[in-house]
């Protein structure tokens, strides 16, 4: 028996029209950055070029997740794009590693190597940076649902404070002539955005590969379905995410020998529990009689178990 929500998706126009927005002003402070880089003699700037390219991929890879999750289901994919969102949002969170790990180097390369800077391009081009990357962040905060949203903004979020840190890195450095500064400021950007990336693929992996959803624990999903009038036992429950918003759950239920109608009765019951105290809004729930066990997950009558065994004897 099967129990299906109906599916999400009111926002989805809101969230393409804000991804949209947000890669063609990505795309515009690219080519700033680029262009005042070279002018400037700057490699920080054209480091915050290159680095804001990988924002803008960051951002088209969710749009594109957001239009495949928005797909509906076929015969060839019956659950849908879901975790499309999730693909994304792991390769974000990777490249985004990669970046951190990059800046780190780069900047103890620095530390021991100073390169003069033109502090006050950095400022200016910095703070048009922050103006934008700020409003980014703020609009995906609003439209940030699920795990492919949520790593879109932090990579915003933390481009905003990076960009902010250039912006003061520049002053200090027009204060004080210590260019120093510049590298020791990436560095704590960079562990900044290593741990807020390492959350992110600790949970796409635990969704990729089908785990128990963070902060659900099968021992009180089994105890509340016990508690059902008319559940017996429950054996062979699986919990996992379909996509970061959607959850699912498997299982066997022993109820007594009654008729369908009845079963049904308790079936409606099960389903309000599990989706009103654990968000869950698929379930493939296998009704079993009193008189049969569970074999391996393989469902068995009792007088069939008992036959073989008087078979197999005899065999002896």
């Known amino acids: 028996m099967h129990f299906h929500a109906a599916p999400a998706g009111k926002h989805a126009h809101k969230t393409t029209l ?31 070029s290159g680095h804001n390219v990988s924002d803008f991929l960051a951002l088209l890879l969710s749009f594109a997740a957001v239009y495949f999750q928005s797909r ?7 659950f849908g794009y879901q975790r499309a969102g999730v693909i994304a949002a792991f390769i974000n969170a990777a490249a985004l590693i990669a970046i951190s790990l990059w800046i780190g180097v780069e900047a103890v390369h620095r530390l021991s190597v100073p390169v003069t800077v033109e502090p006050r391009t950095m400022m200016i081009v910095a703070g048009i940076g922050v103006a934008m990357n700020g409003v980014i962040a703020a609009l995906l905060w609003g439209v940030a649902r699920d795990v492919n949203l949520r790593s879109a903004f932090l990579h915003m979020a933390g481009d905003t ?15 004080t ?13 960079a562990a900044l955005i290593l741990w807020s990336s390492v959350g992110i693929v600790r949970e796409t992996m635990n969704i990729l590969l089908e785990g128990t959803p963070r902060g659900v624990s ?48 308790i079936l409606l019951r099960l389903n309000n529990e599990l989706r009103a105290q654990f968000e869950i809004s698929h ?5 079993e009689h009193i008189g049969c066990e569970a074999l391996e997950g393989c469902v068995t009558p009792l007088e069939e178990t008992a036959s073989r065994h008087v078979h197999h004897g005899h065999g002896h």
């Open 283 to 287: 379930t493939t729930i296998q009704f």
């Open 161 to 175: 404070l990076s960009t902010a840190a250039v912006i003061a890195g520049g002053a200090c450095i027009l204060l």
């Open 218 to 265: 099968l021992l009180q999903i089994r105890c509340v379905m016990e508690a059902v009038e008319g559940v017996v036992n429950v054996h062979d429950l699986h919990v996992w995410c379909l996509g970061s918003q959607s959850r699912a759950l498997a299982c066997h239920v022993t109820i007594a020998d009654i008729p369908p109608s009845a079963s049904a009765g």
């Open 72 to 78: 509906p289901a076929d015969q060839a994919r019956t």
């Open 177 to 189: 002539g210590r260019d120093w500064i510049d590298p020791a400021l990436s560095l704590l950007i």
């Open 18 to 48: 804000v991804l949209r927005i947000s890669l063609v002003a990505t795309l515009a402070y690219v080519v700033i950055t680029f262009v005042a880089g070279l002018r400037a003699h700057s490699l920080a700037l054209l480091s915050e």
